[in-house]
């Protein structure tokens, strides 16, 4: 699997902070991406129950729709004293409006409710990168994952980033996610991490 510069690649997602994000990320390997929304193309129902299912079956809805390499990303929010909670489950805790002012709430709540001391968490991200289909074969798909460690901080801050980064304050930062310039976050998030991989796996023509 290799994608030479210009090649087309469908960023599958409907979030919009998500795909500007992964096109930042994208942005300096010659890639051209395209979200999956601006296609037209579908959002497939997330039956999977890790993050790596869900992410595969997005990327490999997409470029089976598309007829180009597609690159989805399913992340969220672990927090250690919710078993987990609300994990792959983190977008749905939002709402049918994705309004994560109600899934942060939310979070806060059940913390409260368990008396709970240890505000530890995690984001996590699974990149998966699917090829089209080809002679009527699946095309093949990789996962990249990554993690960045912290804790909670409530009341939320900031109104940079998107989701749950209000409250997330990473591990030897003192400022949340949702008040830190996006291109400091870019460095060190999940979804940096999962991307970094994906380059080191030297997929894109100039990764080394």
């Known amino acids: ?67 180009h390499p597609a690159l989805a990303d399913d992340s969220g929010l672990w927090v250690n004293a919710l078993d987990g909670a609300p994990g792959i489950y983190s977008a749905r805790w939002a709402g049918p409006t994705k309004d994560f002012s109600i899934a942060m709430a939310r979070v806060e ?12 968490a995690k984001f996590v991200c699974a990149l ?28 939320p801050r900031g109104t940079q980033g998107f989701g749950y980064d209000p409250i997330f304050i990473a591990d030897s930062q003192s400022i949340t996610f949702g008040e830190m310039e996006p ?5 060190m998030s999940h979804r940096a991490r999962a991307f970094e991989k994906l380059l080191h796996s030297g997929v894109f023509a100039e990764s080394v």
């Open 1 to 67: 699997m290799r994608l030479p510069r210009g090649a087309v690649l469908v960023v599958a997602s409907h979030n919009p902070g998500k795909v500007r994000e992964i096109k930042a990320l994208l942005g300096p390997h010659g890639i051209e991406p395209i979200g999956a929304a601006e296609l037209g193309l579908a959002e497939p129902e997330e039956t999977g129950t890790t993050f790596a299912a869900n992410a595969q079956l997005k990327a490999r809805a997409s470029a089976d729709a598309s007829h």
């Open 109 to 120: 709540k059940e913390l409260r409710e368990k008396g709970a001391k240890d505000f530890s």
């Open 128 to 155: 998966a990168l699917a090829m089209p289909p080809l002679d009527g074969r699946l095309g093949e798909c990789r996962i990249f994952e990554g993690e960045v460690h912290g804790r909670l901080s409530f009341p």
């Open 183 to 187: 291109h400091k976050k870019h460095a």
